[in-house]
């Protein structure tokens, strides 16, 4: 099978809400052929937000990124499709958009390390994880978008072809 279905989480920070840029952003995951089956705006609580990022915690940026996604509201999304969270990593881009490559989110529309619009579960396992913290059960929606059988490259294929 070249490629299975996941999850992951994405979410837009601050900076990307005050820049109007929440529909530009999900606009490249949905023509990337990845669909939505969860999507809220949401003000995170400290604690969530410190949890969230505990593997950052005692690094000299830590309290500024806790300070700065407590700002203001987020957009978080869990998107769906194969190889979903690798997918995504490769359209957001290098963690600074001032090295990010051209033509991904980063790189199109940031300068900073710091004020970077989105955060993107880094695999499949912090994916799962991270859909848990942000989304109940109840909150995502299973649903198979109807060009899915042609990204889906196992799809209708006939044995030995």
Do not use: C
């Amino acid at each position: 099978m070249a490629g299975s279905m996941e999850r992951t989480l994405v979410f837009v920070k601050p900076d990307g809400l005050h820049r109007r840029l929440v529909g530009r952003i999900l606009q490249r995951f949905e023509e990337k052929g990845l669909h939505l089956v969860g999507l809220k705006l949401a003000r995170l609580s400290e604690d969530l937000i410190r949890e969230h990022y505990a593997e950052h915690r005692g690094k000299p940026f830590y309290e500024l990124l806790v300070r700065f996604v407590l700002s203001g509201p987020v957009v978080l999304m869990v998107l769906e499709g194969p190889e979903a969270a690798s997918v995504v990593r490769s359209l957001v881009g290098a963690t600074s958009g001032a090295k990010a490559s051209p033509g991904t989110i980063r790189g199109d529309f940031g300068v900073s390390q710091r004020f970077n619009l989105v955060h993107a579960s880094d695999g499949p396992a912090s994916a799962e994880r991270e859909v848990a913290h942000f989304f109940a059960p109840d909150e995502l929606v299973s649903w198979r978008p109807s060009d899915m059988d042609w990204l889906d490259e196992t799809a209708g294929k006939e044995p030995n072809s």
